[in-house]
């Protein structure tokens, strides 16, 4: 029973997408069905929210607990999703007159306004801190070891100069028809056939996982193998 | 140790400051630069272009806080091309945290500009999870899987979402996203509900939308802060990515100096080491 009941509604939900799909608007009930699965996957996406708030806060929490070593950045996280994140859920009707602007997530709440002021340039410095990286590890690594390296090397490097208005310029008083050629041969030629290639390939990849799990084969959102 | 031993040794530290004197010249003496435009961003304008005036567009914020510097200023750019052509935008994001935030700071401000209505001209959706269901679910209902707005306004309540009911009556999607949901947008919306995509995208994920591109699946690409830069070109209106282009331009120059410099480096410690293997042989 614990096994056969996911597996028929894995197969009647996915019978149905596959259905509405090639139905189209012409079959209402298949077109109905499909929608109600839609709502509900998106609702059982919600849950996972919940899960992820539920698991981070025991995680954490039980290291501040033991206090464990570091456990004053366990303590930190678990303040920050709460802080965070209920000032975004609480209802506006909850609060105070003249305080209700600050629940939601609306400009000029809570929720707002950490975003805005630390969320994000928090964010941003971390990703900022890749252009330092990337820099020392690309005087280091990229390195002519081989012919393949060499051609990569040397690639990369003219797209690095193409993508920016004084390298373009500086690649047009080469030949104003270098620009073009990386366009047109380099992103549009090269590039574009290796990435149709994994592109089609991930997605016959997906088609085949989807079939599996249809067909009951793989069962391991079940915890089985 | 000769030079070039002592650059193949250098402490990562001094990279890291050349990278900063990189970065801060370019605020401390703006430069303006010829911005050229690509095929893929033009193609994107005139597609935009060519949509009549009054045309519904959903306009997606899938964005994360982190990679802003390159897709606010395409999300203002493009904001800027649909108000002025009095077109009515539908903004939706597909990632938690970031995008319905942004699209309401941004979408907000830039209407004010054009004197637009929230809820008649432009309605925020806000964010759902699951984009697979919720782009395959506003094919059927957009109320069935946004029942309120980002604020939790019924849209039953919205002029005009009381229009617009699923992707029939959605002109055009323009995709803003720094993560794979450009992928969905173009397999499912565009090739199940056959409504044209085009795409904004950061500088690393560009080289994988060119085979959309090429398909014809994606009608125009902006690339990265340059894509940005090129459609402020094109709607005549410089921001951020134009300032931007001075920083990137003397980064990428650094990059490819170094680059060399540590190749230099490797091509002559290892011909030093080479002769000197051959001497002790000999």
């Given amino acids: 029973m614990k096994t056969t009941v996911p ?35 998106s609702i059982i996406g919600g849950f996972s929210f919940l899960l992820g708030v539920v698991s981070i806060t025991r995680v954490n929490w039980r290291k501040v607990a033991a206090r464990q070593h570091g456990w004053g950045y366990n303590l930190v996280t678990v303040i920050s999703v709460f802080v965070m994140g209920l000032p975004a859920l609480i209802p506006a009707g909850w609060l105070p007159e003249g305080m209700t602007s600050l629940a939601g997530r609306n400009a000029g709440s809570v929720y707002d306004w950490l975003f805005v002021n630390i969320m994000t340039p928090m964010s941003q410095t971390m990703f900022a801190i890749l252009a330092f990286y990337i820099a020392s590890a690309a005087y280091r690594a990229f390195r002519t070891r081989s012919t393949e390296a060499t051609l990569l090397l040397l690639t990369a490097s003219l797209v690095m100069l193409w993508r920016v208005p004084m390298g373009e310029a500086l690649l047009n008083t080469i030949t104003p028809a270098l620009p073009d050629f990386i366009n047109t041969y380099i992103m549009n030629g090269v590039n574009l056939s290796v990435q149709r290639g994994i592109i089609i390939g991930a997605a016959l990849g997906a088609a085949t996982m989807s079939l599996r799990i249809i067909l009951g084969i793989e069962r391991t959102y079940m915890g089985k193998g | 140790m000769n030079l070039w031993q002592q650059l193949d040794k250098l402490d990562r530290r001094w990279v890291f400051l050349l990278v900063w004197i990189a970065a801060v010249i370019p605020l401390i003496v703006p430069a303006t ?42 999300e203002r750019a493009a904001l800027h091309h649909l108000f002025r052509k009095n077109m009515y935008v539908i903004t939706v994001a597909n990632i938690p945290l970031g995008g319905p935030s942004v699209a309401e700071r941004v979408t907000r401000e830039l209407a004010a500009q054009y004197g637009k209505t929230y809820g008649v001209d432009y309605v925020n959706l806000g964010y759902k999870p699951g984009y697979v269901s ?38 055009f999607i323009f995709v803003v996203a720094d993560n794979a949901t450009v992928d969905y947008w173009v397999s499912i ?71 060399v410099v540590g190749n230099v480096g490797y091509i002559v410690t290892r011909q030093v080491a080479r002769t000197r293997e051959r001497k002790v042989k000999a």
């Fill in chain 1, 7 to 41: 597996l028929i509604i894995a197969f009647l939900a996915g019978l149905a997408m596959v259905l509405s799909f090639f139905s189209g608007p012409g079959v209402p009930v298949v077109r109905d069905i499909s929608a109600e699965f839609l709502i509900w996957s």
């Fill in chain 2, 33 to 74: 630069f010829k911005i050229s435009i690509s095929p893929e961003g033009k193609s994107l304008f005139e597609a935009v272009d060519r949509l009549p005036d009054s045309s519904t567009v959903i306009l997606t914020f899938d964005i994360w806080p982190n990679a802003l510097a390159e897709t606010e200023p395409m």
């Fill in chain 2, 134 to 171: 919720v782009l395959r679910g506003m094919g059927t209902s957009i109320e069935g899987i946004f029942p309120t707005d980002n604020s939790g306004t019924p849209l039953s309540e919205l002029p005009l979402m009381q229009r617009v009911k699923n992707y029939e009556q959605v002109d």
């Fill in chain 2, 189 to 259: 919306v565009n090739a199940q509900f056959r409504k044209p995509v085009g795409a904004g995208v950061t500088a690393v994920m560009a080289p994988k939308q060119f085979a959309y591109v090429g398909s014809g699946q994606l009608v125009g690409l902006l690339g990265g802060m340059k894509g940005a830069a090129e459609y402020e070109k094109l709607v005549g209106k410089s921001g951020l990515a134009t300032t931007g282009m001075g920083m990137q331009s003397l980064v990428h120059f650094l990059l490819i100096a170094l680059i």
